[in-house]
């Protein structure tokens, strides 16, 4: 999978931005993003809107969390087939920790 999430700021004087966050609908939002997700049989979902920093943080938790469980789920894949993946796990277990 080929997840993707893009943020950029915008001008409120010339872009017609909802006044909160369209992820917590508290916030008033500071970017403008866009999130796509590669499902299994390769459709892409596409999510765009604007958001507050609190939440952009979290959709860029949410892009790391699908990245890391994907890289799992490679190196189990490897692992079954016998392959050595001694330096594919420490390089998984350097980037993203035990979590």
Same mark, same amino acid.
């Given at each position: ?15 017609? %931005? ?7 609908? =508290? ?6 993003? *866009?999130?796509?997700? &590669? !499902? ?12 507050? %920093? ?7 938790? =949410? ?6 469980? *994907?890289?799992?789920? &490679? !190196? ?24």
């Amino acid at each position: 999978m080929y997840d993707s999430l893009f943020f950029a700021t915008f001008d409120p004087v010339y872009v017609n %931005a909802p006044d909160i966050c369209d992820v917590c609908i =508290k916030q008033p939002p500071m970017f403008n993003y *866009e999130y796509c997700i &590669e !499902e299994p049989g390769g459709q892409r979902q596409y999510i765009k809107g604007f958001c507050c %920093a609190a939440c952009a943080e979290g959709l860029l938790k =949410k892009l790391k969390t699908r990245e890391a469980t *994907e890289w799992a789920h &490679e !190196e189990a894949e490897l692992e079954a087939d016998n392959v050595d993946v001694t330096d594919f796990q420490k390089r998984r277990l350097a980037t993203f920790g035990r979590n």
